[in-house]
């Protein structure tokens, strides 16, 4: 039993940091910003619209049972689900 628990705590603080860890890069990448000789500053971040913890936790009714797709149909639902958006660069 205590080795369940010590499992679960483990799982548990790894789940907080990671969290930390994608929110806090989310932030970063969102606020970089870069100076061009002679011009504006330019927004160059990518941001991610979702959280790591929404991603990875999707409901058990949004999997779907099987799966036909084409590894390029997969990959392109993938970047529509983590809502990349790109600045002006």
Avoid: Q
Wanted: glycine content about 4%; charged content about 35%; hydrophobic content about 35%.
């Amino acid at each position: 039993m205590r080795y369940v628990l010590a499992r679960l705590e483990e799982y548990s603080l790894s789940k907080s940091y990671r969290i930390y860890v994608t929110d806090s890069l989310n932030a970063i990448a969102k606020n970089t910003k870069t100076r061009i000789v002679g011009r504006d500053v330019v927004d160059c971040g990518v941001e991610l619209s979702k959280r790591w913890l929404d991603i990875v936790e999707m409901p058990i009714e949004e999997v779907p049972a099987e799966d036909n797709r084409t590894c390029e149909e997969i990959t392109s639902e993938i970047w529509v689900r983590a809502g990349f958006k790109r600045g002006n660069t």
